[in-house]
Each structure stands twice: as C-alpha cells, then as structure tokens.
C-alpha cells in the first residue's frame, strides 16, 4: 500500500504564491509518473500538472508559465509551486503517483489540500 500526505493549501490574495507538496510513503519499488490534479466545487476532477520520473513535465493551458512542478526522487515527493495565482484558481488539489508494487503498477490519491485564492 502507498501513502500521500499533502501540505502547503491554504488562502492567499489573488497574484500570491502557494507551494504544495506531496511525499508517498509504503511498500513500493519505484514511483513512476506524478500529477496534481485540482476540483473546483461544481466541477469535474482536471489535471493540473504531470512529470515523468525523468522530469519531463506538462501542464494545463490555465496555468502554464504561472505554475511549476517537480519532484525528488530520493524523497519520492512533487512539488507545484504556484505564482501569480487567480480566484480560479481555488479548488481542492489532489496529489496522484502511479508506484509499482510487485511488479505491478497501481495509481493512488492524496487525501487533498484545498487552496483558496481571494482578496
């Protein structure tokens, strides 16, 4: 079983910062791909931001150049740093990680971090 504890949500004025991170912990050989995934109330679960264990990273169009994520393999954490954030922006952030365990691949959900961007 993997685990995902998340920090850093929080409330902040339109045009501030937030850093999030997430770090999985359990029984795992490897941490493949890592995302932030964000729900808005009313609205459907959207990807965010995804990196390979590369480090190649993709973004959503609504927050590409304002947001940034990365990761440390050696601590198995992702990072989403957040700049220039806007009202919608506020949504619950979830930390999602694909980890093999047996040789199988499974994908797994933080608990999430709400984030609320208002004046």
């Known amino acids: 079983q993997v685990q995902l504890v998340e920090s850093g949500g929080g409330l902040v004025q339109p045009g501030g910062s937030l850093s999030l991170s997430c770090a999985a912990s359990?029984?795992?050989?490897?941490?493949?791909?890592m995302a932030w995934y964000r729900q808005a109330l009313g609205n459907q679960r959207e990807l965010v931001a995804l990196i390979t264990r590369i480090g190649t990273a993709n973004y959503a169009d609504s927050v590409k150049g304002r947001f940034t994520i990365s990761r440390d393999n050696a601590k198995n954490t992702v990072y989403l740093q957040m700049n220039s954030l806007k009202p919608e922006d506020t949504a619950v952030y979830y930390c999602n990680v694909d980890a093999r365990n047996s040789g199988w691949l499974r994908n797994y959900w933080g608990q999430g971090t709400q984030v609320a961007v208002s004046s």
């Open positions: 359990g029984s795992f050989s490897e941490v493949n791909n």
